[in-house]
């Protein structure tokens, strides 16, 4: 499976983004999809994750309440809306899509916060 993200840009503090994670070569259905995040001179961060068959989602604890993420199958897309954006939710972010060993991942996008 491919993975394209999009969706990254500046915004200021308190603002929102949408990124959108789309998939081609397989369907996301039997897939747990999330994203990563990694700010520069960090590690990289799980931020949140959804499973591929009752909808359970995890989420990291500096993310909850303001970042939800979403899927739909019909257009083979999963989405991470972010809601009250902080400086340091300044990332390059990741999706994935796990199915039982295998990872895939797709490339970074930016997101800046900033004034």
């Known amino acids: 499976v491919q993975l394209q993200a999009s969706g990254g840009g500046l915004v200021q503090p308190g603002g929102s983004l949408r990124l959108s994670c789309a998939a081609s070569g397989a369907p996301l259905d039997y897939y747990a999809i999330g994203w990563f995040r990694q700010a520069p001179g960090k590690e990289r961060e799980g931020v949140l994750c959804?499973?591929?068959?009752?909808?359970?989602?995890n989420y990291a604890d500096s993310v909850k309440g303001r970042f939800t993420i979403s899927r739909d199958n019909a257009k083979n897309t999963v989405y991470l809306q972010m809601n009250s954006l902080k400086p340091e939710d300044t990332a390059v972010y990741y999706c994935y899509a796990r199915k039982g060993l295998r990872t895939y991942w797709g490339q970074g996008t930016q997101v800046t916060v900033s004034s």
């Open positions: 959804i499973s591929n068959n009752d909808g359970t989602t």
